[in-house]
């Protein structure tokens, strides 16, 4: 399983950015894709899953009514779309893979596999 974060970039305070990760390998439309974003000396916060199978979805309350995650079929990837944004997203951004399908989970530590980060800057 590969995945690759992309779309980070530097924005003003409000703004829009999508983060695209695209997937690849076997199995993952059973995965759980989940975001998370770290700042630097903290761990890695969630932010947003969702469940390939099933399209059930679950937000951090910090990114909820801003935030949105879908993932496409056809594309084999998933993208989150940040709107509203504020100084305080700004983070390194990540996507990752869970196996066990049924629970959208908030703990990196359940997270199988991550891509390499993308960063988003939300300027003042």
């Known amino acids: 399983v590969q995945l690759q974060a992309s779309g980070g970039g530097l924005v003003q305070a409000g703004g829009s950015l999508r983060l695209s990760c695209a997937t690849s390998?076997?199995?993952?439309?059973?995965?759980?894709m989940g975001w998370f974003r770290q700042t630097p000396g903290k761990g890695r916060e969630f932010v947003a899953a969702?469940?390939?199978?099933?399209?059930?979805?679950h937000y951090a309350d910090a990114v909820k009514g801003r935030f949105t995650v879908v993932r496409d079929n056809a594309k084999d990837a998933v993208y989150l779309q940040m709107n509203g944004l504020k100084p305080e997203d700004t983070a390194v951004y990540y996507c990752?893979?869970?196996?066990?399908?049924?629970?959208?989970?908030?703990?990196?530590?359940?997270?199988?596999?991550w891509g390499q980060g993308t960063q988003v800057t939300v300027s003042s």
């Open positions: 990752a893979a869970d196996r066990t399908y049924a629970v959208l989970s908030a703990s990196p530590e359940d997270y199988d596999y």
């Open positions: 390998g076997e199995g993952l439309r059973s995965y759980v």
């Open positions: 969702i469940s390939w199978r099933f399209g059930s979805t």
